[in-house]
């Protein structure tokens, strides 16, 4: 049914289903995915059918149209258990979304930024390098703070799941830090990936802002590119000074 492509919000009628708040289906051809959170489940599109894949097989569910919208029922090896609705989810909306997305998403990277650069200051022992970490935490601390001002911005607040995650994977870093050798040079190679792959993020960010019509959220994510840049370039000038470092801490001397 080609008239079911696109990305549909799905409303709970009535039956045993669950309150369905943000819970949307996309659908492409033969295939498509109900997606509720971090949770996707699959399924292939026949006829006014929807047959799930494992691990959720035995899941069928039939839609029939409702005006512009689909009204549903949802199945359990052929019995009925539930009824819902479709709406089909325009093209600003789906922008927004993603929009707020990938605004979450650098928020929260720049907050697992700070941890990691938390734990480099605590295990770096040289006092230049020190202050220069120092003034990119200053950096990034405004970083965070402005996607959490664009977040506020579009009605949204930080996602708990994304903000766990970071807080878990510096954790799981800190002790290793603070036991492993050449931590100058280790530190500099992280911390380079790590500008890098902030810098990849906010390039997305910018144009999808641009693409909804978000010129404060692509004007912040360009002038945070330039800083973070800075910090690349920075590291990049100091290679020698870093495997230098790596060698003494290991006693070598050169």
Request: cysteine-free; charged content about 30%.
């Given at each position: 049914m080609v008239e079911l492509d696109g990305v549909w919000q799905v409303e709970r009628v009535g039956g045993a289903l669950p309150p369905m708040v943000g819970v949307r289906?996309?659908?492409?051809?033969?295939?498509g995915r109900t997606l509720a959170g971090p949770i996707s489940m699959p399924f292939e599109v026949r006829g006014n059918a929807f047959h799930?894949?494992?691990?959720?097989?035995?899941?069928?569910?039939?839609?029939?149209?409702?005006?512009?919208?689909?009204h549903g029922r949802a199945t359990y090896f052929g019995r009925e258990f539930g009824q819902f609705r479709m709406r089909r989810v325009n093209v600003n909306e789906q922008l927004e979304t993603q929009l707020v997305k990938h605004i979450d998403e650098a928020h929260a990277m720049e907050q697992n930024v700070l941890r990691m650069l938390d734990g480099m200051i605590s295990t770096t022992d040289d006092p230049e390098i020190v202050d220069q970490l120092e003034h990119h935490r200053?950096?990034?601390?405004?970083?965070?703070?402005?996607?959490?001002?664009?977040?506020?911005?579009?009605?949204?607040?930080?996602?708990?799941?994304?903000?766990?995650?970071?807080?878990?994977?510096?954790?799981?870093?800190?002790?290793?830090?603070?036991?492993?050798?050449?931590?100058?040079?280790?530190?500099?190679?992280?911390?380079?990936?790590t500008e890098h792959l902030e810098i990849a993020g906010y390039e997305?960010?910018?144009?999808?802002?641009?693409?909804?019509?978000?010129?404060?959220?692509?004007q912040a994510a360009a002038e945070i590119i330039l800083e973070e840049q800075a910090m690349a370039d920075k590291i990049a000038a100091n290679w020698d000074r870093f495997a230098e470092l790596s060698l003494q801490e290991e006693g070598v001397t050169v």
């Open positions: 289906k996309k659908i492409a051809g033969t295939r799930y894949k494992a691990p959720f097989a035995g899941l069928v569910d039939y839609v029939e149209p409702e005006g512009v919208n689909f200053m950096e990034t601390q405004r970083h965070s703070d402005r996607m959490l001002e664009r977040l506020e911005a579009h009605g949204a607040s930080p996602s708990v799941v994304r903000q766990a995650g970071g807080i878990l994977a510096a954790l799981a870093k800190l002790p290793l830090d603070m036991v492993r050798g050449e931590k100058a040079g280790r530190n500099a190679r992280d911390g380079f990936a997305l960010l910018r144009r999808i802002a641009q693409k909804a019509g978000d010129e404060e959220t692509a």
